[in-house]
């Protein structure tokens, strides 16, 4: 059975607001951890009043605690935001506090536009270049301290947090291959490379001492619901979030509506059926077969869902029907 994890963006619906919003990750971890998912990431994302987990760190912290054996991480940290000594002890407190639990995927882009990113880097002389040496300097430490060693991670140091390489592009597959480090690709909204980065990764990898051998992640958008017209509705929040940020409008999550794609002109429904063209929406069967087609067509290890739903109890009943079916498909 390959295995299932969540990426949740911590949405915040129209009509709410944030501690609502983190409020309902808890809930979703807590969720997925009945459920038996794997992972349960959050991602960093800055400026976008539809996404409550900026502080990527701390919202984890919440969730660790609210939970119990759930692997919990990030999905990720936008290295060149970052000092590498800030995000080794922020993710070194999270593995000391909760060890052998902790995840830290690790992204190039900045997480948002270039007004936000000016603002988060104003102090820092880091490059978005540079990304390659900063990720080294960061695995460096979180290894055991040598003697003798001027700079340390504290806490950080010598703690098993799992490093993943994130990515969209071939850039992340051939990183992530020569440093030996499992990789995700974020397929959920970026498809156009993944075929061609994931054969890179997996033809490039050299095993090191965090991994023996390559190890795929793929990013699947997956709204299940009762019935196959219910599941497309919801699904419709999404398709108005991304069309809102191309136009230079993002707000909070929308309200699903009947029909939105229909109203689109041709250009926009172009755009979704690209940035979306690796989700399966519908009810149950459609769901099981959809799940199934993807991991056998893209040969993943492993599968990252992620669900952009509005409602809340919505959200945590679609993916109770993916966990139900991906058992079943299991048992057959």
């Known amino acids: 059975m390959i295995p299932l994890s969540i990426l949740d963006l911590s949405p915040v619906p129209e009509g709410s607001d944030v501690a609502q919003a983190l409020r309902n990750s808890i809930d979703l971890a807590q969720h997925a951890e009945r459920l038996g998912y794997r992972r349960f990431w959050m991602a960093e994302h800055h400026n976008m009043p539809g996404i409550a987990s900026a502080a990527t760190a701390v919202a984890l912290a919440h969730v660790a605690v609210a939970t119990q054996r759930i692997r919990i991480g990030a999905g990720g940290i936008m290295l060149p935001n970052h000092a590498p000594l800030v995000v080794a002890e922020q993710f070194g407190t999270l593995a000391a506090l909760h060890p052998g639990r902790i995840d830290l995927g690790l992204g190039r882009a900045p997480g948002t536009d270039p007004i936000a990113a000016q603002a988060l880097r104003r102090n820092l002389a880091s490059d978005v270049d540079a990304f390659p040496q900063d990720v080294v300097e960061l695995l460096h430490l979180f290894r055991p301290v040598q003697p003798g060693q001027a700079l340390q991670a504290v806490p950080g140091a010598g703690q098993a947090v799992e490093v993943w390489m994130l990515g969209s592009s071939t850039f992340g597959a051939q990183l992530a291959a020569y440093l030996g480090l499992p990789y995700a690709f974020a397929s959920h909204f970026a498809p156009a490379q993944l075929a061609e980065a994931v054969d890179i990764y997996r033809a490039q990898f050299r095993p090191s001492e965090r991994l023996a051998a390559p190890h795929v992640m793929l990013g699947l958008n997956v709204f299940a619901a009762e019935t196959d017209a219910e599941a497309r509705r919801l699904f419709s929040s999404l398709q108005q979030a ?77 993916f109770e029907i993916l966990a139900g079916v991906h058992d079943m498909a299991a048992a057959a």
């Open 242 to 318: 991304f069309v809102n940020l191309r136009r230079g409008r993002p707000g909070k999550l929308p309200p699903p509506v009947d029909g939105y794609e229909d109203g689109l002109d041709p250009q926009a429904r172009a755009m979704l059926r690209h940035a979306l063209a690796c989700s399966v929406v519908g009810g149950p069967e459609t769901v099981r077969a959809g799940v199934a087609d993807f991991a056998a067509r893209t040969g993943a290890d492993a599968l990252m869902i992620t669900a952009q739903i509005f409602d809340h109890a919505a959200r945590l009943r679609s």
